[in-house]
Nanobody, 114 residues
């Protein structure tokens, strides 16, 4: 079955960096676009970034543009989210998704605080 497992979250100071990873299994990863979303308790999930199957094209939401970068390694069935210059408002649970299968991971918590 389709499985997505996120990792790499944690506590970081404002201005710091984290790299999230999402390991995929149960489907042909190399032919699947992948997305990252985030959610704050009590709010709707928010789109963060997306990348095409071959990784040639990506897009990021305006609040994170220029600070977050999505990438993928098809040989490792893994998608990444490099997050730089983190701000307190980036604190959330971050999820990776395989939209073609409507599959979501369990999420990884990011907390930005001094």
């Amino acid at each position: 079955q389709v499985q997505l497992v996120e990792s790499g979250g944690g506590l970081v100071q404002p201005g710091g960096s984290l790299r999230l990873s999402c390991a995929a299994s149960g489907f042909t990863f190399s032919t699947s676009a992948m997305n990252w979303y985030r959610q704050v308790p009590g709010k709707q999930r928010e789109f963060v970034a997306a990348i095409t199957s071959v990784g040639g094209d990506s897009v990021a939401a305006d609040p994170v543009k220029g600070r977050f970068t999505i990438s993928r390694d098809n040989a490792k069935n893994t998608v990444y989210l490099q997050m730089n210059n983190l701000k307190p408002e980036d604190s959330a649970v971050y999820y990776c998704t395989a939209p073609r299968f409507n599959a979501w991971g369990q999420g990884t918590q990011v907390h930005v605080s001094s």
